[in-house]
């Protein structure tokens, strides 16, 4: 059953609506928006592009400028010696020149440019789909940023009710020392007390202060010192279908496996192209015309690995290794996850328990230290004696404030695992 926890409210924080505030789901939304990995989307499509416009190419009409000069010292020559036949033949130039434009126009190529297509994009998918992976640790480090100032700020609003208790009950008690009560000494007790709690508030200010400057560095903006931390509208999910981003990752791996299988395969189907040549030179195609000569040439042809000693086989077996490598590691990832929502689970069970604990020995602890309070005003109970106990009051409050922030930090931290958050 879908369980609904109302974490806003819970606490009343002085002047709260007199202060800024920010909820956890701005920050993870800032956090994800002032990523530098985000900006490599853009690098990775354009990318893509260009690699899918080269493969594409391969289907253009190639043009090829081709040139040469020579000089040869010895060439063809034919005589006849017999007086009867006076013919003679031309000599070759020994001096040779030519320039030429090759031209190649692909006819058929077995389907390899189309399953270069389909790699680069299984290619392109995955590593998208790693920013996703790597957004969403940034998304576990903010939330425990978000939680540690959140615990931090509701330590420092119960330190703050006990200061106020503390001097209050301090003016109570300089009236009984004035009256003769009271003792002296148990208002300088009261006194160190208060040192001791102020002290306390200063060092939350300071941990809080460094806990959020860093959170500013993952926001990408500047936080007021006094601005007051919301608690979130958190859900359980219904299913325990793991949505990580991870699990895509590695299904898209596996995919660029399988595409580079079928690449490989259409590697050694064969290639029908069509060719020509055009050009000037001497000698042209004639070798014993020794005056400049335009020539050209037309045809087709065919090219065909039809042996490879078995490399293309040996290809497919290592992509399939790795394929497994791949997954493996997404059923290693899957228990992993599986056993951390367990964790989390059993964390929220406990601390509904304590929490349960704390609310009875919460409203004891409220009688007892009234009690207290009213023996240390008539000088039946010392000031030393009336701090213990108040402290185990004070102590109680802040059990009680941990444990519903570790609660709601649970339930986050549960959605985080499952990648609803």
């Given at each position: 059953m879908k369980q609904?926890?109302?974490?806003?409210?819970?606490?009343?924080?002085?002047?709260?609506?007199?202060?800024?505030?920010?909820?956890?789901?701005?920050?993870?939304?800032?956090?994800?928006?002032?990523?530098?990995?985000?900006?490599?989307?853009?690098?990775?499509?354009?990318?893509?592009?260009?690699?899918?416009?080269?493969?594409r190419s391969a289907w253009y009409p190639s043009l090829v400028l081709n040139g040469k000069v020579s000089y040869q010292s010895d060439v063809v020559s034919l005589e006849i010696s017999d007086p009867a036949f006076p013919f003679s033949f031309p000599e070759m130039p020994h001096e040779q020149f030519g320039i030429n434009i090759d031209l190649?126009?692909?006819?058929?190529?077995?389907?390899?440019?189309?399953?270069?297509?389909?790699?680069e994009q299984a290619t392109t998918a995955a590593a998208l789909q790693k920013i996703d992976v790597d957004i969403h640790s940034i998304k576990e480090q903010v939330s425990n940023l978000y939680f540690t100032i959140l615990l931090l700020q509701e330590n420092r609003n119960t330190l703050e009710i006990a200061l106020e208790n503390l001097k209050a009950r301090e003016k109570v008690l300089a009236s009984a020392v004035e009256n003769g009560i009271a003792e002296q000494s148990d208002q300088q007790v009261l006194a160190v007390e208060i040192l001791s709690v102020m002290q306390s508030l200063s060092e939350l200010d300071a941990a809080r202060l460094g806990a959020l400057q860093m959170l500013e560095v993952y926001m990408g903006v500047d936080l007021e010192d006094d601005i007051v931390f919301r608690m979130?509208?958190?859900?359980?999910?219904?299913?325990?279908?793991?949505?990580?981003?991870?699990?895509?990752?590695?299904?898209?791996?596996?995919?660029?496996?399988?595409?580079?299988?079928?690449?490989?395969?259409?590697?050694?189907?064969?290639?029908?192209?069509?060719?020509?040549?055009?050009?000037?030179?001497?000698p042209g195609y004639n070798m014993l015309n020794d005056q400049v000569d335009s020539y050209y040439m037309l045809g087709a042809g065919l090219q065909w690995n039809i042996w490879d000693w078995k490399t293309?086989?040996?290809?497919?077996?290592?992509?399939?290794?790795?394929?497994?490598?791949?997954?493996?590691?997404?059923?290693?990832?899957?228990?992993?996850?599986?056993?951390?929502?367990?964790?989390?689970?059993?964390?929220?069970?406990?601390?509904?328990?304590?929490?349960?604990?704390?609310?009875?020995?919460?409203?004891?602890?409220?009688?007892?230290?009234?009690?207290?309070?009213?023996?240390?005003?008539?000088?039946?109970?010392?000031?030393?004696?009336?701090?213990?106990?108040?402290?185990?009051?004070?102590?109680?409050?802040?059990?009680?404030?941990?444990?519903?922030?570790?609660?709601?930090?649970?339930?986050?931290?549960?959605?985080?695992?499952?990648?609803?958050?």
């Open positions: 609904l926890f109302l974490i806003a409210g819970l606490f009343i924080f002085t002047g709260l609506l007199a202060q800024d505030s920010i909820r956890f789901e701005n920050c993870l939304e800032m956090a994800v928006e002032n990523s530098p990995r985000l900006k490599d989307r853009q690098a990775i499509n354009e990318e893509a592009s260009l690699e899918i416009e080269n493969i190649k126009q692909t006819i058929y190529d077995g389907g390899l440019s189309k399953q270069k297509k389909g790699y979130p509208y958190l859900e359980i999910p219904e299913s325990e279908e793991i949505l990580r981003p991870e699990m895509q990752l590695f299904d898209l791996q596996a995919r660029v496996f399988d595409a580079g299988k079928e690449l490989s395969s259409v590697k050694r189907l064969p290639q029908v192209f069509a060719f020509g040549q055009a050009g000037v030179g001497m293309t086989k040996r290809d497919k077996q290592i992509l399939e290794q790795k394929k497994q490598v791949v997954l493996n590691a997404s059923e290693t990832f899957s228990m992993k996850i599986s056993a951390a929502s367990q964790k989390e689970i059993q964390n929220m069970h406990h601390f509904r328990n304590a929490l349960n604990l704390d609310d009875q020995m919460l409203e004891m602890r409220i009688g007892i230290t009234a009690n207290a309070a009213s023996k240390l005003d008539n000088g039946i109970l010392s000031a030393s004696d009336y701090l213990q106990i108040f402290n185990e009051e004070n102590r109680t409050r802040i059990g009680r404030s941990t444990h519903k922030i570790q609660l709601f930090k649970a339930i986050a931290n549960y959605n985080l695992i499952l990648g609803t958050l």
